[in-house]
């Protein structure tokens, strides 16, 4: 009699999201799919160390009548959705039941689904809308005469509590600032003198996808990227009149939203690709949106694929560029101890770690990383009733960085490294991977 296989040693897969069939939408068919997946976690349980989804889902089960799912009221399955900021660690670090296994678990579309489900019966908060659209905010919020009004907003402790009181934003949340001279505007007349160089996949030439939060909350990290990149040989421009990736909409659960901003960024992508550009992004969370989910969503749009395989992380396409010799190891300062944190969505790209890769080319430079998540999501931490258990996720990496006492520390996503800092008890501050370079270059 044959049986079942306990776990998989293969390569994960991903089907794609399949949102404009019908069944997608079907509140029972979800809920049946939610009760199977379920179960199948309850009798796992190895991801208990996670996000706050598992710890919810496993009290849920425990302080049943049964103790099994089947005790599990349904209305009680979005308290277990909530949670779930789409990392993707449980899927390609921890989960022996994804596909090719016959059980084709794949936990954090399901919550995606879920959350689709719920947008489009129930909508969002004021809050939670205003908090996704990251374009509109950035425009706002980097008009000369507002910009210093909103940075003082987010930064005095009065404030913040009466922000608390009217949208739910938590007063000790750390909110990014804004600048009113935003990345686009810097770079808008720069004109780059190299010659385009291909080496391996890379053509040799960049065009820089700015990201909502590069351009209007840490613009100096394109002028790094620019800074690093020139002096390696590479010719660099910017993607004109780019929208929002649409991972904060996705995370949301508007699906809608996320296919507009698709409609928005694909084609001017694709025609720089096109004219031979490649395209790099210095936040991970939106090159992942370009590289996994938006052809999961649209698999049949050559345009979308032609992005996926033409979008690099800034450090993937600086060591692809090492591999070929052609990666200017000329360093002038070294960096001593630098304590490195890997970015979930820099991690669920298969790449490898190539921040620590090229930082440990630096002399004299000691690279300890941290493979947890930091718990802040882009909107998640910044939420009053989730912002102490993001703290709580992130305190095995806040303190890995007490224990260390590092000369650096840094994370891909800036977020995360700010979020680190609200966890730790100094006044450090975080630097990213992209100024450490910039800084051993001696640019």
Not at 48 to 72: A, I, K, R, W
Not at 331 to 359: D, N, P, W
Request: glycine share 6%; with cysteine; proline share 6%.
């Amino acid at each position: 009699m044959a049986t079942q296989r306990e776990g998989s040693l293969e390569a994960p897969t991903r089907h794609p999201l399949n949102w404009k069939e019908a069944e997608f939408w079907d509140q029972d068919a979800l809920l049946a799919e939610m009760e199977r997946v379920f179960d199948i976690c309850h009798g796992c349980r190895r991801c208990v160390s996670l996000c706050n989804s598992f710890p919810t889902l496993f009290d849920l089960v425990d302080e049943s009548d049964t103790m099994e799912v089947d005790g599990v009221d349904k209305a009680d399955y979005h308290k277990v959705v909530e949670h779930c900021y789409l990392c993707d660690l449980c899927y390609l670090t921890k989960c022996p039941y994804v596909p090719p296994h016959e059980w084709n678990l794949d936990f954090p579309h399901v919550m995606l689904r879920a959350k689709a489900v719920h947008f489009k019966q129930q909508g969002a908060s004021k809050r939670d809308r205003m908090l996704t659209s990251t374009d509109a905010i950035g425009k706002l919020a980097s008009i000369p005469v507002v910009v210093q009004t909103v940075n003082t907003v987010n930064s005095v402790k009065p404030m913040r509590k009466l922000l608390d009181k009217a949208l739910g934003v938590h007063a000790d949340a750390v909110l990014p600032k804004y600048h009113s001279n935003t990345l686009q505007k810097r770079l808008r007349s720069h004109q780059s003198t190299q010659t385009a160089k291909p080496v391996g996949p890379t053509r040799g030439k960049v065009a820089l996808f700015a990201t909502c939060y590069g351009n209007y909350n840490e613009p100096e990290l394109g002028e790094d990227l620019l800074s690093i990149f020139e002096h390696n040989g590479i010719p660099v421009t910017t993607v004109d009149k780019e929208q929002c990736c649409g991972m904060p909409k996705m995370e949301l659960g508007d699906l809608e939203a996320v296919e507009r901003a698709k409609e928005a960024n694909i084609p001017l992508l694709a025609k720089m690709i096109d004219d031979g550009w490649d395209i790099v992004g210095p936040i991970p969370s939106c090159v992942l949106m370009f590289k996994q989910e938006l052809p999961l969503m649209f698999p049949d749009d050559p345009d979308v694929i032609k992005v996926r395989d033409n979008i690099y992380d800034p450090f993937e396409y600086l060591m692809l560029r090492h591999k070929g010799g052609a990666l200017n190891t000329d360093f002038k300062t070294s960096l001593g101890k630098v304590v490195y944190h890997v970015a979930c969505h820099q991690r669920v790209q298969k790449i490898g770690m190539k921040t620590r890769e090229l930082l440990q080319l630096i002399p004299d430079t000691d690279v300890i990383t941290i493979e947890r998540c930091s718990g802040h999501d882009g909107t998640y931490a910044v939420k009053r009733e989730y912002h102490d258990i993001s703290m709580k996720i992130c305190r095995p990496v806040v303190n890995k960085v007490k224990q260390e006492k590092p000369d650096f520390y840094t994370s891909d996503c800036p977020m995360a490294g700010h979020q680190i800092e609200n966890g730790l008890d100094d006044d450090s501050e975080p630097h990213h991977p992209l100024s450490l370079v910039r800084r051993a270059y001696g640019l």
